[in-house]
T-cell receptor, first 117, second 115 residues
Framework: KQEVTQIPAALSVPEGENLVLNCSFT??????LQWFRQDPGKGLTSLLL?????REQTSGRLNASLDKSSGRSTLYIAASQPGDSATYLC????????????????FGQGTILTVHP | EPEVTQTPSHQVTQMGQEVILRCVPI?????FYWYRQILGQKVEFLVS????????KSEIFDDQFSVERPDGSNFTLKIRSTKLEDSAMYFC?????????????FGPGTRLLVL
């Protein structure tokens, strides 16, 4: 059974710092991995999707990497801002084994990020 | 930009009552999902739905739960007889296709409180 773990559980940094959030998964046979942002009491906003054949994806100040063989992904946030404060979730999607998976995601617990001015 | 919408945003109900949570997926999407998040816990998969039938469900999705796409635009989750432990945030999600580049989009959630 796939397990997804995120460390650290919480992170507090001053504005302007570069930071790294970590995600690990126990079964390296994944189809893709998504990073989401969740604001308190709100829904999930997709930030980046990395396909299993890719090593990294970039969007603005965000860069996500994937090392499938070691079961790890990192989300790098450059020049952090107070508006980046949120919970960051990673989620993996299993491969389509015989058509038995229809795209469900398995989530980690999340990293609560606080960026203070 | 198209988005997944959910109603209501909050619902309070008495234990044993039936609730229906509603979702409107993105219009050209074919795959639909329900997830839940109990306060302080991980987001958990409940069920996936494609071509008007359930394609996969988790152990959580027992006989008390059902899903329906009644009219080609709405996607509903019904809980027949709510329990205290059903209190959670329920998220609807949709996806256009199953290619590895396809993103899963989530709605804002319905917060369900069972008293």
């Amino acid at each position: 059974k796939q397990e997804v773990t995120q460390i650290p559980a919480a992170l507090s940094v001053p504005e302007g710092e570069n930071l790294v959030l970590n995600c690990s998964f126990t079964d390296s046979a994944i189809y893709n991995l998504q990073w989401f942002r969740q604001d308190p009491g709100k829904g999930l906003t997709s930030l980046l999707l990395i396909q299993s054949s890719q090593r990294e994806q970039t969007s603005g100040r965000l860069n996500a990497s994937l090392d499938k063989s070691s079961g790890r992904s990192t989300l790098y946030i450059a020049a952090s801002q107070p508006g980046d404060s949120a919970t960051y979730l990673c989620a993996v999607r299993p491969p389509e084994a015989g058509g038995t998976s229809y795209g469900k995601l398995t989530f980690g617990q999340g990293t609560i990020l606080t960026v203070h001015p | 930009e198209p988005e997944v919408t959910q109603t209501p945003s909050h619902q309070v109900t008495q234990m044993g009552q039936e609730v229906i949570l509603r979702c409107v997926p993105i219009s050209n999407h074919l795959y639909f999902y329900w997830y839940r998040q109990i306060l302080g816990q991980k987001v958990e998969f409940l069920v996936s739905f494609y071509n008007n039938e359930i394609s996969e469900k988790s152990e959580i999705f027992d006989d008390q739960f059902s899903v329906e796409r009644p009219d080609g635009s709405n996607f509903t989750l019904k809980i027949r007889s709510t329990k205290l432990e059903d209190s959670a945030m329920y998220f609807c999600a949709s996806r256009r296709g199953l290619a590895p580049r396809e993103t899963q989009y989530f709605g804002p959630g319905t917060r369900l409180l069972v008293l």
